[in-house]
């Protein structure tokens, strides 16, 4: 049998195990965040794997993904509009305007009063863009702050906000692309980390974008809610036909058909960026990942290429931001950080094998799978270990607390194992090289 068959079988495997051995609850739960971070891996994937992009800002594409999921479904406030909307878009006209007289000014003046008059216009134009934007900003958020503070959304059905996530994830890329993907890799990565961290404190402090860190809690559902299918006569009797609790089976019914959804997600992106991968498009951004120098010789525009697939890549992280918010039914910029949205999926990444979509959809499987049960495994460890010891023991609390931080361990260990003695990962790059 095919050993990539195999691997994915073994997958499943664990992921039943912990049906059967925990709750078929909780190894669903972990079934929709693995399938969200193999989307996740596929998104850095095309821009490390194919590219050799060195993107350490994923976090901010992800909550990108996030909030875009509040502005398309959350129903927009009239009381927050008719107080401040009108001040902000001013605000946005007057911005747009000022950088069309930062261009002109710029073209137009010349000699040694050309940087002088540039930097006058947009002094002038910040100043007036902020005489329009915080009184507008101020009167939103002073709008029923405990509950709303915001202009809300478009009310859309939320489904539609994964490929919005993604959109808006492209375009801020687009953005960082201009600016940093002339740099060099080392560069690259700290200019996108800080440039994640900007998006970060934006989507915490402006109270009238999201709510900041006030978070926007119940976003709607592409899938029933439970107490609406316990009280449905059709689900009370396909539940009382298999012989389940309408209850308990209502959270496994919804959980499946999160998974259903976010499974057509992930097939849909395989099957495109496999077919990506395969073209003459990704037989050429392979060439330039080698040979960077070559590929120029050649008239191949690097940094025109490097801008299409980062653009590709951060739009997949996006849309894999927006289906984990709308899963977790929340939105809460403070819960990014780059232990989680950055590290852990470059881990994925990694394991899986860099350059191979199926690798990094392993990867992203494996690797989720493992975060979530170090902590149980840890934990019975800990208690198995100490078992004979007294309970009043200092060293059995030490062990036992310290149990919860094992899967940093873990994690550590896994990658330097995999660097050291499989650097291709476990589905490698057919015919690539390590790097």
Same mark, same amino acid.
């Given at each position: 049998?095919?050993?990539?068959?195999?691997?994915?079988?073994?997958?499943?495997?664990?992921?039943?195990?912990?049906?059967?051995?925990?709750?078929?609850?909780?190894?669903?739960?972990?079934?929709?965040?693995?399938?969200?971070?193999?989307?996740?891996?596929?998104?850095?994937?095309?821009?490390?794997?194919?590219?050799?992009?060195?993107?350490?800002?994923?976090?901010?594409?992800?909550?990108?993904?996030?909030?875009?999921?509040?502005?398309?479904?959350?129903?927009?406030?009239?009381?927050?509009?008719?107080?401040?909307?009108?001040?902000?878009?001013?605000?946005?006209?007057?911005?747009?305007?000022?950088?069309?007289?930062?261009?002109?000014?710029?073209?137009?003046?010349?000699?040694?009063?050309?940087?002088?008059?540039?930097?006058?216009?947009?002094?002038?134009?910040?100043?007036?863009?902020?005489?329009?934007?915080?009184?507008?900003?101020?009167?939103?958020?002073?709008?029923?702050?405990?509950?709303?503070?915001?202009?809300?959304?478009?009310?859309?059905?939320?489904?539609?906000?994964?490929?919005?996530?993604?959109?808006?994830?492209?375009?801020?890329?687009?953005?960082?692309?201009?600016?940093?993907?002339?740099?060099?890799?080392?560069?690259?990565?700290?200019?996108?980390?800080?440039?994640?961290?900007?998006?970060?404190?934006?989507?915490?402090?402006? %109270?009238?974008?999201?709510?900041?860190?006030?978070?926007?809690?119940? !976003?709607?559902?592409?899938?029933?809610?439970?107490?609406?299918?316990?009280?449905?006569?059709?689900?009370?009797?396909?539940?009382?036909?298999?012989?389940?609790?309408?209850?308990?089976?209502?959270?496994?019914?919804?959980?499946?058909?999160?998974?259903?959804?976010?499974?057509?997600?992930?097939?849909?992106?395989?099957? !495109?960026?496999?077919?990506?991968?395969?073209?003459?498009?990704?037989?050429?951004?392979?060439?330039?990942?080698?040979?960077?120098?070559?590929?120029?010789?050649?008239?191949? %525009?690097?940094?025109?290429?490097?801008?299409?697939?980062?653009?590709?890549?951060?739009?997949?992280?996006?849309?894999?931001?927006?289906?984990?918010?709308?899963?977790?039914?929340?939105?809460?910029?403070?819960?990014?950080?780059?232990?989680?949205?950055?590290?852990?999926?470059?881990?994925?990444?990694?394991?899986?094998?860099?350059?191979?979509?199926?690798?990094?959809?392993?990867?992203?499987?494996?690797?989720?799978?493992?975060?979530?049960?170090?902590?149980?495994?840890?934990?019975?460890?800990?208690?198995?270990?100490?078992?004979?010891?007294?309970?009043?023991?200092?060293?059995?609390?030490?062990?036992?607390?310290?149990?919860?931080?094992?899967?940093?361990?873990?994690?550590?260990?896994?990658?330097?194992?995999?660097?050291?003695?499989?650097?291709?990962?476990?589905?490698?790059?057919?015919?690539?090289?390590?790097?």
């Amino acid at each position: 049998m095919n050993r990539n068959v195999l691997l994915f079988a073994g997958m499943f495997a664990l992921i039943a195990l912990v049906g059967f051995v925990q709750s078929w609850s909780v190894a669903l739960s972990i079934l929709n965040f693995c399938l969200i971070s193999a989307v996740m891996a596929l998104g850095v994937n095309i821009q490390w794997g194919y590219a050799g992009l060195f993107n350490v800002g994923i976090m901010g594409f992800a909550a990108l993904g996030g909030v875009a999921v509040v502005l398309v479904s959350k129903p927009p406030v009239p009381e927050a509009w008719a107080a401040g909307g009108a001040g902000l878009m001013l605000s946005l006209v007057l911005l747009l305007g000022t950088i069309a007289a930062a261009i002109f000014t710029h073209r137009k003046v010349r000699g040694r009063w050309r940087k002088a008059a540039t930097v006058l216009v947009v002094i002038i134009g910040y100043f007036a863009v902020r005489a329009a934007f915080d009184p507008a900003t101020d009167a939103i958020e002073a709008i029923d702050p405990a509950k709303t503070g915001y202009l809300g959304g478009l009310g859309l059905p939320i489904i539609l906000a994964w490929p919005v996530g993604g959109l808006l994830a492209a375009g801020v890329a687009w953005i960082i692309g201009k600016i940093a993907l002339g740099l060099r890799s080392d560069y690259l990565a700290i200019a996108t980390l800080g440039i994640a961290e900007i998006i970060l404190a934006v989507l915490k402090n402006e %109270d009238w974008l999201a709510r900041g860190v006030k978070n926007v809690a119940g !976003l709607d559902r592409p899938v029933p809610r439970e107490i609406d299918l316990q009280q449905a006569a059709w689900f009370q009797d396909l539940a009382t036909t298999i012989g389940a609790d309408p209850v308990s089976f209502s959270s496994i019914f919804v959980k499946l058909s999160y998974a259903g959804l976010f499974t057509i997600v992930l097939l849909v992106i395989l099957w !495109l960026s496999e077919k990506a991968l395969h073209s003459p498009w990704g037989r050429m951004m392979r060439a330039i990942r080698d040979n960077r120098d070559a590929a120029e010789a050649m008239g191949k %525009d690097v940094t025109r290429r490097h801008l299409q697939v980062f653009i590709l890549g951060s739009a997949v992280v996006g849309i894999a931001g927006a289906m984990m918010t709308t899963m977790d039914g929340q939105f809460t910029p403070g819960t990014y950080n780059p232990l989680r949205y950055t590290f852990l999926i470059w881990v994925m990444v990694i394991v899986g094998g860099s350059g191979n979509n199926w690798g990094a959809v392993l990867g992203g499987f494996l690797i989720w799978f493992i975060w979530v049960e170090a902590e149980p495994v840890a934990n019975w460890l800990m208690n198995l270990l100490t078992a004979g010891m007294y309970d009043e023991s200092a060293l059995k609390e030490h062990l036992v607390k310290a149990a919860p931080h094992m899967r940093l361990i873990v994690m550590g260990v896994i990658l330097l194992l995999m660097l050291r003695f499989n650097p291709r990962g476990l589905i490698p790059e057919k015919g690539g090289n390590p790097r």
